[in-house]
C-alpha cells in the first residue's frame, strides 16, 4: 500500500468568474508586475499552491486535463503571426510554472500529468511514490471559450492544492492511500477529485484497473 | 540542492526510436555516417513562410491528417511490443510528449474541420493510441515540455522499485506541426540556420525533428541499466536558465557522485541555443572532467518531449556497437574542449550520462550502463 498523510489542503472555487475578476481578486498573492502575463489558471493554481509555501526540497505533483485553454485558444487565433508570449504560455506545464517562476522557487522534482481516464489515480500514484519528505499535489482548469464544443478545452473552473507528509504528525488532518486490488475497475474524475477536497468528503473506491484509492478525513 | 530521484537500479529490457532515418540502428548508423536529417523547409507548411531546419518522417506532411498521419509510423515502431497485457495493472504505460496530438487542434482552428478535435488534447491523442494498440486503462500521461520522456523514465523505476509492477512500457512521441514551428519561430530560435550544437559562434539556431522512443523497464530483464535518474527544476524563467548554470549543475551532481572514479561519455541536450550550450558544456566539463560531450540535434532536430527517449535509444545502440557518433554538424571552436565532434570508440567507457533540459530550467538526467 502506498499512503501519506494530508498536512493542509487548499481549494478554489470560482466558479464563473472572468480572467480580469480573477486578476483583481488574486493580484495581491504575486509579486507586483508578475499577473500581468499569467493566465486565469496559473493564477488560480499559483494562489492555492503558494499558500503551501512550496521549498526546494519539496516534490511537485500537477494534475490538469485541458491545461491552459484560453492561452491555447489565443495562440490558434494568432496564427499566421504566432504569438510567442501565448506559445510558451500554452504549452504544459505553465500554470503551475508560472507562479513558482513569479516567486523564484526552484523545486527538486515536478511531475505534471496532463490527463487522461486515470489522472486522478496515477498523479496519487506519483505523489506516493516519491521519496521527498513532502509532496505538493496541486491542479486545476480554466473554462475554455472556443474549444470547449470541441471537448477541447475545460467547461468549468478550480484548483486545489495539498500538502502531504510520509510521517502522521500531530496537525495530521487526513490519510491518502493506493490500495492495489484484484479485479477492479474505475476512474475518477479531476472535477470529482476537487469536490472530494473542497467539502472535505472521505473516498473508498476503485479508481483504475487494480487500484483503490482512499481518502480519509480527521 | 540536488538529489537523486531514483537510485534502484532499473534494467532497460527493450528500447527502440523511430527519426526520419529509421529506428535506432538505422538513426546510429547515419550519425555515425554525419548525415543530417533536417533541412529547410516552410515553418507554417501548406501556408509557406520561412524555410526553417525541420526533420520530418519520410512522406509526413507537416499540416495534420484526420486521423493523424503519424499513428501508422508509431504502430510500426510499437509492433515488436504489441501484446495483451500493456495498460493493466501490473503492466501499466507511461505515455509522454509535449506536443501530443496538438497538430490536430492547430488543423481544427485553420480548416474547421471539427473532426480534428477528438486527437488534439492530450488525452485524446493518447486514447487514439490506446485504442490502436490495445491497451488497458492503466495508462499515466506526462508532459513538461522537453524532459517529458525522463519523467515517463523516473515513474515507471517508482513503480518497480515500490513493487507496484512487474514491467512498464514508456512511450514517448512528438510529430511536429506548424503549431510548434510557428511557435518556436516566434520566440526568434527557430530560423534559418541550421542548428551547430555547442559551437561558439554569434547567434543561435535550433532545428525540430519528427521523434518517438520507447522502452520497457524491468526490475531483471535487460543488458542495460538506469542507475541513477536525477531532476532540477530552477523555476527561474520560462525560457531561459540561471546565468550561473547551477541548474545544470544541480542535475548533474547526483550522477557524478554515483559514478565516481567510472569512464563516462555524455550525450547533452545541445538544442544549438548559445546561452543554455555554453551553461551545459561547462557544466558537464565540470561534472565529468575528461568525459567527451556529444549531442545529436544537429542532425536530427529537437524531437521535444521525446528527445530523451529518442537519444536515450540512440545511446543504448552506441553502447552496444561500441560506437559513439559525434556531434553532427558542428565544428570548432567548441565551448569547451570536451566536445567531441568526431564518432569515437566507446568500448573502454563503463557508460553514459545521458541530459536533458526544458523551459522553466527543467533539467533530466540519467546514467547509463552495461548491467
New interface residues.
Partial sequence: M?ERYIQAVRTDAPGSEEPAATRDRLKARFAPGAVRRMTQLGLFVGAVLGELQPG??DA?VYAT??GEGRA?EG???S??????TL??TS????GA?QG??G?????????????????VA?AV??AL??DAERVLFCGGEERGTW?VP???ASDRAFAFALALTRVRAADSIGRLALE?VADS?G?LALPDWFELLHNRRPFAGAV????RLVLEWQ | MAFPTQNSAIRLAACDCLTPFGDAFATHAALLRGERALSPSPVLGREGGDAVPLALLPGRALDEANPPAWLHSLQTLLAPVAGPGWGTARHPVCVTSSNFGVGSLYALRRTGEAGHAAHGTPHGSVELVRRALGWGENVAIFSHACVSAHLGLVHASRLLAAGAADEVLVVSYDFLSPFVAGGFHALKILNVDLPVPYQDRATGSIGLGDGAGYAVLSRNHGDFALEVQSLHNEMYHFTANKPDGSGFAAALAPLAAAAAGRKLWVKGHGTGTLEAGRMEAQAVAQAFSGAPLVGWKGSLGHTLGSCGLVELAIAAASLRSGRTPGTVGSASPTFTDAVALEPFDNTAFDGAVCASNAFGGAHAALLLSHA
Fill in positions: 502506498l526546494e526540497a511537485l486535463q485541458f491555447l495562440y490558434l487565433d496564427f499566421p503571426g504566432a504569438s510567442p506559445f510558451q504549452i504544459h506545464p505553465s510554472q513558482l517562476i516567486r523564484q522557487r526552484s523545486v527538486r522534482e515536478f511531475f505534471p500529468l496532463a490527463g487522461g481516464n486515470q489522472l496515477t500514484q506519483a511514490l516519491s474549444l470541441h471537448g477541447a492495489p475497475a476512474a483504475a484497473p487494480g487500484w
